[in-house]
């Protein structure tokens, strides 16, 4: 993986604005008055369906980014977008078909020659002739760079995102299509659709799924293969993911017929930045009373890799894992364990690399009103299965992945850097108390250590040369009113990341620190009057990394406070940045009408810091926001 | 053609063509399209690059840190930007050949061309060209270059293949506020890391056409007998890196790149 500032984990300007204003509007929209619609069964031979719509209208303006000589931090000034998402599903009896067709339009943005002027015009101070051959030389550079930044960017593009039909009986099931797919706890495979990642990646294909049952024995087996199918346009960067003829020979054309082509812009070679893998894949599961067993393996199947690296340059990666799920080990426990293995076949000339594996489980036990939960990892050699994007031209998409190995940190959690979680041990110790049947209290000590983080190591060596050891720990406090009267939550923490061996600190000598972080972590909600509502949920930091962080310690923090009264909801959101880098503060708003319980429309103005959002280990870097967009949601 | 500096055969440059600011002309071109905005150039820009002189003598502090290059005795263009593309001649204008030698003196900076590694004969014993970017903010490149579990500190990797064929030419960009680097950002980078490579400044960013600034590190590879561009690297792929050296400076055998 790679991304700015440092190599994998980009800025360390978590964009956690836009984690918590999603979550925020969540809580609110679910908590707020909800006119449920609560669809009856449909009787049989019925044909029932739905219609979703989901619109979109933004315009962005400078975002406050602009580095001179940098025309990225241009690029993302001054466009505009309608975006429209139109999702149909139907269904009789078993059956099930359904499409999503995915249009958006950029009906302004700019241009390389005015990205070259504004370039110089900063470099300068003015436009004012006369211009040297430097200026023009300058020009000259920033305008081909210009070039290849939109080749790829601001392309309207209407496409079939997704569409499957299939057949979901008691012991069968069949789709052919667009599928999600989890296979253990996500080792092997897992492509799933995640908002806050603004990700949807399934696989085009089949799969299969049958059930034997006996009294106490169930017997599952699934089959699926086809083409890995990612989101193709982020609307929030207007980046695009493009194929050609190249990247999808044979049978692949079909299956990518109607996504969005590449385009010639001013002279380029118009080029792929998605060649699309290929997967199959399976499990089986034995379940004996409330204990599973289970099996499952995933090939994907590479075509030459766009931008190089350990995973994406390999021809073929093998993933399997067998599981043991006991979701009721002696009274209030339970325990999950799985065991994987990875083999990146390399292509021809090069040494195959040696084998990965994984080891994980969790186990938690309960004896009121102490509740214990302990995960553990142990991996080696164990990559994110990386989509084959061109890293350098769709950076946007540099972090998508096929698979997702568990962190056994909290789900927040964006300071593993680097390949931390390809070559680590450690894992997480909780413990709960709960006073009463609405309270509870608890603490977490983590501690990990990778070989993996201060530098490259794909080969997983193991030495007090490279290593990192992390202690994370924090504690919780949460209680509830009755009826769902109010919710207060509270976590603070903090993260200390060493290496074992001193480098070169920037700010003069050396130095043992690689990162260090306090933090603190809240969500209120509280009924006030008859429909009307208050929320607050925050996220303070301070932070100290020693290598691509800012000189010194810096502070980062969001707060939001929404208001709802019946279908109206009003939330403001604040977050600053003490990182000399990035701007101070930023302010924005959040008006919402609901039309019903899954309808609604919403008008969003404002900033938005930028940064990286990491859900579960899963991470995306975010560029800053400044505009306003209007959002509408419609559900037939 | 299109103005370019890398890709451009010649010196001169299409005029853009002027657009009636932000306003397409035709609907369907506006919804097909979109709009884009094709501002009209200065007075004067166009016609500065005829007067472009890779001779210029105005003093060396008075350079910018990239210019042009010379395309007599280099490799014939087309010249691109893309893989398996010749790249264009173009000159750093503040160069440490050998930073720790020069005891990190500014004033021993040096015009280096790519054209100086350019050996279509094998006379110099030049194979293949290593080019880096380095910018201060960036912690992966501080990692690169001062070495981990797999590859010691990158000058050392690179002078340790310097019989076989393998020169470099690392340029910093960018300070760590991400503004322009300057000659005082140099020395720092290279007496913390003790570089004993070439090491140039590129404050222009000359090297944003192949990769974008806030995308670190970023690594290319240039055949030296042609000037092709032979693969690229963004982030730190420091193992892929020298496999694909270790195959150009000894095609045919099997790569073991790291060390022991």
């Known amino acids: 993986m790679i991304r700015v500032r440092w190599g994998l984990a980009a800025s360390r300007v978590p964009a956690t604005g836009r984690l918590l204003g999603t979550t925020l509007f969540l809580l609110l929209a679910c908590c707020g008055t909800a006119r449920g619609q609560q669809q009856a069964p449909p009787e049989p031979g019925r044909v029932s369906g739905s219609v979703n719509n989901f619109t979109r209208a933004q315009y962005s303006v400078d975002n406050r980014n602009t580095r001179v000589g940098s025309v990225n931090s241009l690029s993302d000034d001054d466009w505009g977008l309608i975006h429209n998402r139109l999702s149909v599903q139907a269904r009789q009896d078993a059956w099930r078909v359904g499409a999503r067709i995915d249009g958006v339009w950029f009906y302004t943005h700019p241009s390389s020659s005015e990205l070259a002027l504004e370039a110089l015009r900063l470099r300068r101070g003015d436009l004012q002739p006369p211009f040297s051959a430097q200026d023009t030389a300058y020009y000259e550079l920033r305008q081909q760079e210009g070039a290849r930044d939109l080749s790829t960017r601001y392309r309207s593009v209407l496409y079939p995102s997704k569409y499957y039909v299939g057949y979901e009986g008691r012991d069968f099931d069949a789709t052919i299509g667009d599928f999600n797919a989890q296979l253990g706890r996500g080792f092997v495979l897992s492509l799933r659709r995640q908002d806050e990642l603004q990700s949807d990646t399934t696989l085009r294909g089949a799969r299969v799924s049958g059930t034997l049952r006996g009294r106490a024995l169930r017997l599952r087996a699934t089959a699926l293969g086809g083409v890995l199918n990612p989101l193709r346009v982020d609307a929030g960067s207007g980046r695009l993911l493009s194929v050609n003829r190249g990247v999808t020979p044979g049978p692949l054309g079909a299956l990518d017929w109607g996504m969005p082509r590449p385009g010639q812009v001013e002279g380029l070679e118009p080029a792929p930045t998605l060649a699309p893998d290929r997967l199959v894949g399976g499990q089986l599961e034995v379940q004996l009373d409330t204990v599973t067993l289970g099996v499952q393996t995933a090939r994907v199947i590479r075509q030459p890799a766009l931008s190089p690296d350990s995973v994406r340059s390999a021809k073929a990666i093998q993933t399997s894992s067998a599981s043991l799920d006991v979701p009721e080990l002696w009274r209030g426990g339970s325990l999950y364990t799985e065991a994987a293995m990875q083999q990146r076949q390399s292509a021809a000339a090069e040494p195959t690399p040696e084998t990965g594996y994984a080891l994980y489980a969790a186990l938690s036990a309960q004896q009121r009103p102490w509740l214990i939960g302990v995960e553990f990892k142990h991996y080696r050699r164990f990559f994110p299965l990386l989509a084959n994007v061109d890293a350098a031209r769709a950076a946007e998409f540099s972090t998508l992945q096929y698979n997702a190995p568990p962190t056994t940190e909290a789900h927040w959690v964006d300071s593993e850097f680097e390949g931390h979680n390809t070559c680590v041990s450690g894992g997480r110790v909780k413990l709960d108390h709960t006073f009463g049947p609405r309270r509870s209290a608890g603490v977490w000590v983590g501690h990990y250590r990778s070989w993996a983080e201060s530098g490259s190591n794909p080969d997983c060596r193991i030495g007090a040369s490279n290593e990192n050891v992390i202690w994370d720990l924090a504690s919780s406090f949460e209680q509830t009113g009755r009826a769902s009267a109010y919710r207060h939550s509270f976590v603070i923490g903090g993260r200390l990341d060493q290496t074992r061996h001193s480098f070169p600190d920037p700010r003069g000598g050396r130095t043992r620190l690689f990162y260090g972080e306090t933090y603190l972590r809240y969500g209120v909600t509280q009924r006030l009057l008859g429909q009307l509502s208050l929320q607050l949920q925050g996220w303070h930091r301070r932070l100290l990394q020693a290598q691509g962080g800012s000189t010194g310690p810096s502070y980062q923090g969001d707060h939001a406070t929404g208001v709802r009264f019946g279908q109206w909801l009003l939330a403001l959101g604040t977050q600053y940045d003490s990182d000399p880098r990035t701007p101070d503060l930023y302010l924005n708003g959040l008006l919402q009408y609901d039309l019903d319980s899954v309808s609604n429309v919403a008008l969003f103005a404002g900033q938005e810091r930028g940064g990286l959002v990491c859900v579960n280990g899963v991470c995306r870097d975010y560029a800053p926001f400044e505009g306003a967009r209007i959002d509408l949601t419609l559900q037939l | ?260």
Not at chain 2, 25 to 38: H, I, N, Q
Not at chain 2, 46 to 53: F, I, R
Not at chain 2, 145 to 169: C, K, M, T, V
């Open chain 2, 1 to 260: 053609m299109q103005g370019a500096f890398w890709a451009a055969p010649g010196c001169c440059v299409n005029l853009q063509r002027v657009m009636s600011s932000r306003i397409c002309s035709a609907l369907g071109l506006l919804v097909v399209a979109g709009c884009s905005r094709d501002p009209e150039l200065p007075p004067g820009l166009d016609d500065a690059v005829t007067n472009a002189n890779t001779d210029v003598d105005a003093g060396l502090l008075d350079l910018p840190s990239v210019i042009l290059g010379s395309s007599q005795g280099y490799a014939p263009g087309p010249y691109g930007i893309e893989d398996g593309d010749v790249i264009r001649n173009v000159c750093f204008n503040y160069v440490w050949p050998d930073p720790r030698a020069a005891d990190y003196d500014t004033r021993a900076m040096q015009r280096t061309c790519l054209g100086d590694f350019y050996d279509p004969d094998g006379e110099k014993g030049i194979r293949v060209l290593l080019l880096s970017t380095v910018a201060e903010w960036c912690g992966a490149c501080r990692a690169e270059w001062g070495g981990g579990a797999q590859f010691g500190p990158f000058s050392d990797e690179i002078l340790a293949r310097h019989e076989r064929g393998l020169r470099s030419l690392a340029l910093m960009y960018h300070d760590d506020q991400g503004d322009p680097a300057t000659r005082t950002d140099m020395r720092e980078w290279a007496s913390t890391y003790e570089m004993e490579v070439p090491f140039g400044l590129d404050a222009e960013f000359a090297m944003g056409s192949f990769s974008r600034a806030d995308l670190q590190p970023f690594n290319m590879l240039v055949d030296t007998r042609t000037m092709r561009i032979l693969e690229r690297w963004v982030g730190a792929q420091t193992d892929k890196l020298f496999a694909r050296i270790e195959q150009e400076l000894n095609p045919g055998e099997p790569v073991d790149a790291g060390r022991d």
